[in-house]
């Protein structure tokens, strides 16, 4: 008992080191958020905290007077639950919300890694095999277009919510426990994000196929839970409809059948298969690298061939017997079913329901938690072929079979760290250290209401760090459109006819923030100097210069 005690201690020891190497270090490193999206909930969380409410618009849209162009353009947030969560995590903005990214996602990986470890253990059935199986989450990569833990994104936190759905969801089918709980969950994480709990109800779908006893007990409820989620998908539709200002019921008084043949196109090429916006989004074998992924479908193998291979008789202590309804299978036909789906978001430029860079991380989750318990697999073979000797207990030595799991575990341990997870090769900071300078002179020299024009991808750190309002900002979950973002890149290489006819159309702009030189790691950019009467230099740094538009 002491020397299980000792090792659970080790456990949570060596839990706490990898996510600290990780997930915490990278951020150290750098000091900066690490993705536009992080820049974006950083934001929303400060809009949030500043009106006292929970922001559900564009935080780095500027205002009407500033910007004419953004007059007519809306928006709206899906993940104000996550915000919420944000809000929460600065402890109502005692917490500066610019520190997130340094102890967020540090904290979402190590709930992710007991939310799976709990998973685990009620479909494993032993502690060892959850602790080894939930160890594979810490090689899911992290990388600028594939997102992943590191980031402080909403779909990170996906991976702390998809195992307490399924937890929670297993429990109600198989034992008709926490039913309430399963639906306040899915509403909860619907509000955070969606995708999560549409990955969960396919997981769980799929094992009830693969459950006849389970699926036949269960159908009443399965029908019942696919009438609301109708409904609802309906009332989304509509919904987005009613945002671009259209009225259906008009619509469909006008056009009557043509109204709803075209919102019936308009759910299939948006919403059932989504077009892919990324291009060349990596399939499993180069997201998580070929050893990994080959392990994954390995193992799969292995699960398929014990459980409808040929039969043979098992004792009844054995751990993972052949049963029609086989809790693992949830996991193993989850990683089958979402690597497909997977492959033909890839193959035809589409996701199903979900993007397909989506798609392909909770496959990735699925397979690791695949190859882990795969590993557990093989180790018990191996220490079943070793004698156990008690007299090396009686003499207060661990026997060889606990000795051989300690040696897998820190093994596992080492093949992470090493595996480098954080892609850091693709890794844009959207602003560098000798960039700095020119933030705090606008922190410090501008009024809070002025416009600062700069290039789209480095406004969202200027209105994030210096509180002022940006003119344009790249289009990710926030930000304006590809057109406009080209417009306001060309500005700095455009004439001084060109640059005032773009501040008298489209942006009444305060200050000009350029940067002497963009370093792409492929090639460097040049930026000239911005030599027109109507732009003073008011400061330059160490990589910047800042101009004040003197004619507005």
């Not at 695949?370 to 007299?391: D, N, Q, T, W, Y």
């Not at 002179?441 to 209401?449: Q, R, S």
Request: charged share 15%; with cysteine.
């Amino acid at each position: 008992m002491k020397n299980e005690n000792h090792l659970k201690i080790l456990a949570i020891f060596l839990v706490l080191v990898l996510s600290f190497i990780l997930i915490e270090q990278p951020h150290l490193e750098n000091n900066f958020p690490m993705h536009s999206d992080s820049y974006d909930n950083i934001a929303v969380v400060q809009e949030s905290i500043q009106k006292n409410t929970i922001f559900t618009g564009d935080p780095f849209k500027p205002p009407l007077e500033k910007s004419f162009f953004h007059a007519n353009l809306t928006s709206a947030d899906f993940q104000a639950g996550y915000t919420a969560i944000l809000v929460f995590a600065t402890l109502f903005g005692l917490i500066n919300p610019v520190n997130l990214p340094l102890y967020f996602p540090w904290l979402v990986s190590l709930l992710t890694f007991t939310a799976t470890f709990f998973l685990l253990r009620k479909l494993c059935r032993q502690e060892f095999c959850a602790f080894i199986g939930a160890l594979f989450i810490f090689f899911l990569p992290s990388s600028q277009l594939m997102l992943g833990p590191v980031f402080l994104v909403a779909s990170s936190f996906a991976l702390f919510l998809l195992p307490l759905l399924l937890w929670f969801g297993y429990t109600a089918i198989t034992e008709k426990k926490y039913q309430k709980s399963f639906a306040g969950l899915i509403i909860a994480s619907g509000l955070i994000y969606p995708p999560a709990v549409i990955v969960a109800l396919f997981s769980l779908l799929i094992f009830l196929v693969f459950s006849p006893k389970l699926l036949k007990e269960n159908i009443f409820p399965i029908l019942k839970t696919a009438g609301i989620f109708t409904a609802l998908f309906i009332g989304y539709v509509l919904f987005l409809l009613v945002k671009e200002g259209l009225n259906p019921v008009s619509l469909y008084s006008e056009h009557g059948f043509g109204f709803i043949f075209a919102v019936a196109d308009f759910i299939f090429d948006q919403l059932l298969f989504r077009p892919n916006f990324l291009p060349n989004i990596p399939f499993l074998d180069s997201y998580l690298g070929l050893p990994l992924f080959l392990l994954g479908f390995i193992s799969i193998a292995f699960f398929a061939k014990k459980q409808y291979g040929k039969k043979e008789k098992f004792e009844k202590k054995e751990k993972f017997e052949k049963k029609e309804n086989s809790p693992l299978l949830l996991i193993h036909l989850s990683a089958v079913l979402f690597s497909v789906m997977a492959f033909f978001g890839v193959f035809f430029g589409r996701g199903i329901l979900i993007p397909t860079e989506r798609m392909i991380m909770f496959a990735a989750y699925f397979l690791l938690l695949s190859a882990g318990i795969f590993v557990f697999e093989l180790f018990s073979l191996i220490s079943k072929k070793i004698p156990r000797k008690e007299i090396l207990v009686q003499k207060g030595f661990l026997a060889k079979k606990e000795v051989l799991a300690v040696i897998l575990v820190l093994l596992i341990a080492l093949l992470v760290v090493f595996s480098f997870p954080l892609k850091s090769e693709t890794l844009q900071l959207n602003i560098q250290p000798n960039e700095f300078d020119g933030i705090n002179w606008l922190k410090a020299n501008t009024n809070e209401n002025d416009l600062i024009l700069a290039v789209p991808y480095i406004s969202k750190p200027i209105a994030v760090f210096t509180g002022r309002q940006v003119a344009c900002t790249t289009s990710t979950r926030f930000g304006c459109t590809p057109e406009l973002n080209l417009l306001v890149s060309s500005f700095f290489f455009s004439s001084c006819p060109e640059k005032k006819l773009v501040l008298e159309k489209y942006f009444y702009a305060d200050y000009v923030f350029v940067q002497k030189e963009l370093d792409l790691k492929t090639e460097k950019i040049i930026f000239p100097e911005q030599n027109c009467d109507f732009l003073k230099q008011v400061f330059e740094g160490e990589n910047i210069i800042i101009y004040k538009i003197e004619s507005n």
